[in-house]
């Protein structure tokens, strides 16, 4: 469907204003449609999502019976990009939100869902053979820099970890995600596979950071 770039940015604003408010209320019900929306205009999900997605594509190609993790899954946007992208298993997610996770489970593509709150993952270690997280980590008020280290745990040995992180927090020293970050790359518990610089989302002023890692 054609939008006009003035529409886009109409539908980014009031992303914006419901997602304060989703931080000052809780109340995630007007978030949850926005996604629904946005997925059906803009054909597939946001900005975000669609870019872990390829990345993640362009690595594994039509692979198939993969145990895929999605973090902070949302309204279950990586489930129905990737499926239509080809790529086969099985989609497992997490996410802090009830409302979210019903969300998810109409979608009908998701094996299993959990609620749980990052940085736990509810799952042993070396149970997944993709980790994905869009729109999820390093961002103001959600999920913790330690999070990473539980992501590296729940993946196999030589799975892939696909994410990611909004420039200006992860460049923040506050935030802690850089440190925790290099410390992996470092210390040889992940290598980086792909990395890119792109738009995070609608609006052009905010840049994101997206990484395709391995666990060593
Ligand atoms: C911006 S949305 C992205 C949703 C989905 N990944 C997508 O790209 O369409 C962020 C999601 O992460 C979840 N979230 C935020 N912080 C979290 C945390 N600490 N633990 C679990 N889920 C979290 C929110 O509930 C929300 O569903």
Redesign the pocket.
Known sequence: MEQSKSNQINWFSEYTNT?QK?EKTGQ?QP?IEW?DQNYEIFEG??Y??KK?CQFLHQHIGHSSNLAIL?????????GRILSEMGVKGSFYG????LG?LESAKSKGLYKELKQ?????IPYPDNTFDIVI????LC?P????PQ?LLEMIRVTKSAGILCFSYRQHWFENEESGWKKIHEEMLETGLMKQLLFKVDNYSMERDISGLFFLCQKC
């Open positions: 997602a989703v995630y978030l996604y999900g946001t975000a999502a872990c999605d973090l902070g899954c949302g309204t279950g946007d990586q997490i996410d802090m939100s979210m749980s709150i990052l940085p736990e997280s869009a729109g999820t961002t008020g959600n999920a913790p999070s």
